[in-house]
C-alpha cells in the first residue's frame, strides 16, 4: 500500500467501475418497466375502488412507503423463496440480481401508483364528458383522452423517482449483487484504498444524475410543447 | 423453510431497544439540516454573490449521489483529513478517538441540508411578494418581514415536505447499519444471525418502521391543521 490518500487512483477506478455500471442500469431500467405495470395496474384499482383489490393495493401501498428499501430487499431476499417453496418452486439458488429487480419494481410500483392516481385525478373531468360527447366508449376516452394529459402531468414527479431508484440502486450490494458498488467493494478488498473507490463512484453517480436530468428536461419540454406557457413552468 | 412467527415477537423486542438511536440518527440531522437548509435556501434566493455557486453545488451533489456515498466519504475521509491536520499542527487528536456515530451523523446532517434547501426554497418562494410588500407598508424592515410574516407561512406550507423528508430519514438511518451502527436494522441483522432465523427479524423490522411512519404521518396532519389555522378561506 501506496499513500493513505491517492488521488491519482480515483481516475484509475473510474473505468473499472463504468464496466459495471451496465448491472446497475439493467437493475433501473428492468425495476422501472415492471414498476410501471405494476403502478398503472394498482392506479386503475384504486380510481375505481374496485373491492378488495382497492383495500389489498392501500395496503400495500402504506407498506412500502413505511418501511426502509434496504428492509424491503431483505424482506424480498429471505421471504420470497420461503413463499415460493409452499408451491414447490425452489428459488433459493436464483440470481440475487432477481431479487433486487423484484424489490425495486415493487417499491417502484407503489410509488408510481400514487403518481398516476393523482395525475388522472387532475385531468378535469369535462375532457371525459368532451370525449363522450364525440362518441367515443369509456376506453377510447380514457387511453386517447385522459391518459396522455395524466402522464404530462405526472413525468415531473416520474422522472423524479426515476432517479431516486437509480441512487437506491446502490444498495443492492449489501445482499451480494456485483453492480458498481458491489465491484467497489472487491476493489476496496483488494487495494485498501476505501476513499478513493467511493470518490470514483460518487462521481460516475453525479455523472449519470446530471445526465439523467438534462434527457428529462429535454423530454419534458418535448411533451409540453402544445401547452401555454403559464401551464409548464420550466427552468 | 418455515416461518416462524413466535420469533417475530422475539426480534420485536429485541429490535425495538434500537429505536433510540434510530431517532437519534433521524432527528439531529434533520435539526442540522434545518439550519443548513434555511441558510443555504436563502443564499440562493438572495443570490449571494460566490456563496450562492458553492451553494448551488452543494445542493447539486448531495441530491445526485447516493446518500451511502455520503456516508463511506465521511467515513473513511475525515479520519484522513483530521489526522492530517493533527499532525501538522500538532494536535493530538486521533481520529480512531472518534465514535462513529458522529461521522454517521455528519453525512446525514449535509445531506438532509441540502434536500432541506430546496424545500425551503420552494416554501418562501410561494409566499407571495405582496405579503412582504405589505410588511413594509406597516413599517418592518426587510428582517422583520422575512422571519415574522414570510417564513411562518413558509414553513407552514412546508409541512407536507418536512414530513416526507422526516420519513424519508427515518428510513435512511437504516444504511448506517453498513458501518456497522446498531440502530434498528444493524439491530434486526445481529438478531437474524445470531438465531439464523432471517425473514423474522425483518418482518419485525419492518413492521416497526411501518408503525413509526404512519404515527408520524398522523402528527403531520395533525400540525398542518394547527398551523395553517392563520388559512381558513372563509369570507373571500
Known amino acids: 500500500m501506496g499513500r493513505a490518500f491517492d488521488p491519482s487512483l480515483i481516475v484509475d477506478f473510474i473505468p473499472t467501475l463504468i464496466y459495471y455500471l451496465g448491472v446497475t442500469l439493467k437493475i433501473l431500467a428492468a425495476s422501472v418497466l415492471l414498476g410501471m405495470v405494476i403502478g398503472i395496474a394498482a392506479a386503475i384499482l384504486r380510481l375505481f375502488r374496485i373491492p378488495a383489490l382497492n383495500q389489498i393495493v392501500i395496503l400495500y401501498i402504506s407498506f412500502i412507503r413505511g418501511t426502509p428499501i434496504l428492509i424491503q430487499l431483505f424482506l424480498v431476499f429471505y421471504g420470497l423463496p420461503a413463499i415460493l417453496i409452499f408451491i414447490n418452486i425452489d428459488i433459493s439458488r436464483m440470481d440475487a440480481l432477481y431479487f433486487v429487480i423484484i424489490t425495486y419494481a415493487l417499491s417502484n410500483g407503489a410509488h408510481f401508483a400514487e403518481i398516476f392516481r393523482g395525475a388522472i385525478k387532475a385531468v378535469d373531468y369535462g375532457q371525459t364528458e368532451a370525449a363522450y360527447s364525440v362518441g367515443m366508449n369509456n376506453s377510447q376516452s380514457f387511453f386517447r383522452i385522459v391518459l396522455p394529459q395524466a402522464i404530462r402531468i405526472a413525468f415531473p414527479n416520474i422522472a423524479n423517482s426515476i432517479i431516486g431508484s437509480l441512487k437506491d440502486t446502490s444498495l443492492a450490494f449489501t445482499i451480494g449483487v456485483m453492480d458498481m458498488m458491489g465491484r467497489g467493494e472487491t476493489l476496496i478488498a483488494a487495494t485498501a484504498h476505501a476513499l478513493e473507490v467511493y470518490l470514483s463512484l460518487a462521481v460516475i453517480y453525479y455523472a449519470v444524475v446530471l445526465l439523467f436530468e438534462k434527457i428529462f428536461r429535454l423530454y419534458e419540454n418535448r411533451i409540453n410543447r402544445h401547452q401555454t406557457v403559464d401551464v409548464s413552468v420550466t427552468g | 423453510m418455515t416461518i416462524d412467527i413466535p420469533f417475530i415477537w422475539t426480534a420485536f423486542k429485541e429490535i425495538i431497544r434500537a429505536l433510540p438511536i434510530t431517532l437519534i440518527l433521524t432527528i439531529l440531522p434533520l435539526l442540522a439540516g434545518f439550519i443548513i437548509g434555511l441558510t443555504v435556501a436563502l443564499i440562493r434566493i438572495y443570490k449571494v454573490k460566490f456563496l450562492s455557486r458553492v451553494a448551488n453545488g452543494y445542493v447539486s451533489f448531495f441530491r ?62 410561494s409566499v407571495s411578494n405582496g405579503q412582504m410588500e405589505a410588511a413594509y407598508s406597516v413599517g418592518m424592515n426587510s428582517f422583520q418581514a422575512m422571519t415574522r410574516i414570510v417564513l411562518p407561512q413558509a414553513i407552514a406550507q412546508s409541512i407536507p415536505n418536512f414530513t416526507n423528508i422526516f420519513i424519508g430519514f427515518l428510513h435512511t438511518s437504516s444504511i448506517a447499519f453498513v458501518v456497522s451502527q446498531k440502530e434498528m436494522t444493524g439491530a434486526a441483522n445481529i438478531v437474524a444471525s445470531t438465531n439464523l432465523k432471517f425473514l423474522e427479524s425483518f418482518i419485525a423490522a419492518g413492521l416497526i418502521y411501518w408503525g413509526l411512519t404512519i404515527i408520524a404521518e398522523g402528527l403531520s396532519f395533525l400540525i398542518e391543521k394547527k398551523a395553517t389555522a392563520y388559512n381558513r378561506g372563509g369570507v373571500q
Open chain 2, 64 to 125: 445526485g449521489t447516493p446518500i451511502i456515498m455520503h456516508i463511506m466519504l465521511i467515513y473513511f475521509g475525515f479520519p484522513l483529513l483530521i489526522d492530517q491536520i493533527s499532525k501538522k499542527f500538532d494536535l493530538g487528536i486521533q481520529s480512531n478517538s472518534i465514535p462513529i456515530i458522529l461521522f454517521v451523523l455528519t453525512a446525514l446532517s449535509l445531506s438532509a441540508g441540502a434536500y432541506l434547501s430546496e424545500i425551503f426554497r420552494s416554501g418562501i418562494i
